[in-house]
Structure formats: C-alpha cells, structure tokens
C-alpha cells in the first residue's frame, strides 16, 4: 500500500539543493518515492486515496524526518564478542590476534544469529542500508548465512565476500586455521555473485568481493579478485592504510605504501571502497579523489583501537567520497549510525578545529557519502525516484529538550535516540520505536545463548 508521511516538523531530503522542508510531507509507493514537499501541497490524488483507506498516513508532528543512514562498513558477526577482556586495551594487531582464536568457533547459527542482531541494533539507530564484511567461514559458515538473516530483518544488504588466505605459517597475521585456499575463495565468490547479485535499481541485495586486508591476502587474491569484480559488474572493497604498523607491513612487505599498493593492484575507482585509510597520505588523497574511489571512515574503531585521526577534512576538500561506517562490533562495541556521524564530526574537530565539519556535513557523508561510496544513486536523499529508504526521528524526548532552535543539527549535537520509524523499500520496519521484521527479545535471548557457546568452546580449546 502507498504511504504517506506527513506534518513532520523538518523534513530533510538531502537532494541536490539540500531542502530542509518546513511541515514536510513524502509519498512512497512500492520501493520509490513518489512525491515530496510541503504537506499543505500535497496532491489531491494523494488526500483522496488516504481518505479512501487506499493509503496508510503516517503522522510525523514533532519528528526529524530524513533518508536512511548508510552504513559502508561492519563486521556483524563481532556481535558475539563485545567487550572480550584480553582484547579491550590492545592496538589493532594484537587486538585480532587476541580474537582470531576465539573467531574460529564460529558456526553458520552464530553467522545468522549475529547479523539479525547486528541488524536490529543498526534499524533501531536509523539505518537502512548497510553492508557486510564477512571474512571467516570456520566450520561451514558461508556468506550465504549472513544474506538469509539480512532478507528476514528487510534490510537493504551489500553482502561483502571477504577472506584470508595468508595465514602465520606464510608470514601473515592471522593464524593458519582461519585461512582458505585461493582457488575456493575465487569458486565460491563467482557461486555468490552469480547467485545473488541483482544490479538493478532499487535492489535490495548486491555482493562484493572483500578479500580481507593486505596483510591477510596474496598479491595474486587482489589482483584476480578485481578481475573477477570487473567482469561481473560488482564493488570491491577491503581494510587499508588503518593504522602506523599497517603501513609499515606495507613498505617492509611490497615497497609500497598502502595507495600506491592499491594502485598497483588495479585497487582504485568508483567500484573500490576502502576501510579506515586513517593514515592515507597526500599522494593518497590525490589518487583517490582523481580515480572516484571511496573510503568508509569509522571514527568510534579508530578511536577504540587508537589508530588515529582519519584525514577526511583534506579528503573531503580534494572530492574523495567518504561513507560512514560502524565497524565490527569488536572494535566499535556500539553500533549505532546516527552516534557515528556524531562522532566523525566530534573527531574531525579534534584533529582540525571546530569549524573541520559540521552537523549537517556529518548528516551528509552518513546518507549522500555512503550511498557514493557504495556506487548507488538510488539511496542517500529523499526525491521522486529514489528508494523509499526513510527514517523519524522523535524530538519531543529529554534528549532534545531545548534543542528545538535546529532540530537537523540536534540530530548530531545531542544523544542519539533510537529511531521512531523506519521505511525500508516502502516497508514499515519499525513503527513507534519498534521493529516489526524480528522478535526482538527471541533474537537477543538467542544471541546471548550463541555468545556464551562460543566462548566455552573456545575456553575448551
Ligand atoms: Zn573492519
């Protein structure tokens, strides 16, 4: 049924004038948006069909209303190990080291039970697309796990094929055990691509090829991995550049630094997004804003591993696109997307002063930025054609108190409160504050029973 939102106090569409439109109103029929602008103009033929119960009408007095947060980086499966003792004061290498052991326990249940919860918490904070970097597949896990539990939650999914092959015993970081062979890791892709993918407009799951990061992959894995990406029309995305000892396996390991290992590679363009690229440098910059190539930046897991201050005032000066992306929820124990935009622009302001972003801009790279970086331009703004990806949010709670002179930039300034409603392909996802895809409560009293497996049979081990 068509859907109309209507009376909000704001309504933020992010389209090519970036209109904030006083007592908004949109229309979404099917997976589009179908009309936009004040509600005092809105359409008869819209009044009619909502008087003609041919129309649910949503009313949105005293809410925010803006496009879903896109969210281009996760590892949703970390859900399980929040908070690990041996692995809350350590940089990024020791970090995985301390984790990769506990990780091999993981069974295709975990992988879905994982992503239904990460994607509960990531609906309940305002997004509605989000992608996923799955880069272990122990005891018969497969992507395809993850992909199953993202079409139960209704999510808008770009499920990433990520994978080791590099294991200790090679010189790589992670240990033996959790790595793949090449040939299986390129068999098994191709199988996902040809399965899953679905380049269309409004499409609500496409696959990636995410060979896991340069110190856990062959040189060869890249290059036919883009090979591969090429060939099908599909995104490639990894882990560069995150911290110092990252660069330095770069240099020590191929010559190079981490941009113009990329570049060796074939590792640049609109299709290649990269995590972190915290110490990304002016050369860097220079190649990715000239080749269109993207960054998922997360300010909350480089905070939280202490990896730095990601440039992305220089980046988004010289026209790199740059998302925003949560992490794995190892390294960022919170997963909320409206507190990572508040977080980037809190950042930046450290690193570079307090005109380095602004709410709006942090608005910006968390709905147009990410939607860039994950090479669609159906997402990320509110405008007739575009996916009817929308989310309210309440303002009249504690947390906004006071803040009703800009209630846009209250949505970054202040605490972030979980969403009112959430529109996903012209679905209903969550409705007064609750998700209605999943049984929230069965879903987290599952994920809890799975934590506590995991951690026994890595204990027994
Ligand atoms: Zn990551």
Known sequence: ???????????????????????????????????????DALPREWRERA????????????HVVMPG????????????????????DAELFSWLTN????????TPEMIAASTRTAMAELMLSGCTTTSDHLYLYPNGARLDDAIGAAHEMGMRFHAARGSMSVGQSQGGLPPDVVVEQEAAILRDSQ????????????????????????????????????????????????????????????????????????????????????????????????????TGTGIAHCPCSNMRLAS?????????????????GVDGSASNDGAHMLGEARQAMLLQRVGHGPAAMSAREALEIATLGGARVLDRDDIGALAPGMSADV??????????????????????FCTPGTVATSVINGRVVVRDGVLRT?????VLADHRRLARTLFERAQAH
Request: a negative charge.
């Open 69 to 88: 947060l896109v969210n281009t980086h996760h590892h949703m499966y970390q859900s399980l190990t929040r908070a690990v003792p041996a692995a809350q």
């Open 99 to 106: 984790l990769y052991m506990i990780w091999s326990h993981l």
């Open 438 to 442: 999943a049984d929230l409560p069965v």
């Open 308 to 324: 730095g201050i990601a440039p992305i005032r220089a980046m988004r000066d010289a026209g790199v696109p740059v998302g925003l």
């Open 191 to 290: 199988r996902l691509v040809e399965q899953y993918h679905d380049a269309s407009r409004h499409a609500m799951l496409r696959v990636v090829l995410a060979p896991c990061s340069p110190f856990s992959v062959s040189r060869d894995l890249m290059r036919e991995s883009a090979v591969m990406a090429r060939h099908y029309g599909v995104s490639l995305h990894t882990h560069l550049a995150e911290n110092d000892n990252d660069v330095a396996y770069s240099r020590e390991r191929f010559g190079m630094t981490p941009a113009e290992y990329a570049e060796d590679l074939g590792w640049v363009g609109h299709d290649v997004w990269h995590a972190h690229c915290v110490k990304l440098d002016a050369p860097g910059i220079a190649l990715f804003a000239r």
């Open 51 to 62: 008087d003609a119960g041919a129309a649910e009408v949503i009313d949105m007095t005293g």
């Open 391 to 412: 989310v309210a949010f309440d303002m009249s709670g504690v947390g906004y108190a006071g803040a009703g002179h800009d209630p846009v930039a209250a949505l970054v």
């Open 1 to 39: 049924m068509p859907l109309i939102l209507q009376n909000a106090d704001v309504l933020v569409t992010m389209d090519a004038e970036r209109r904030e439109i006083p007592r908004g109103a949109l229309v979404t029929d099917g997976p589009s948006i179908v009309w936009v602008g004040p509600t």
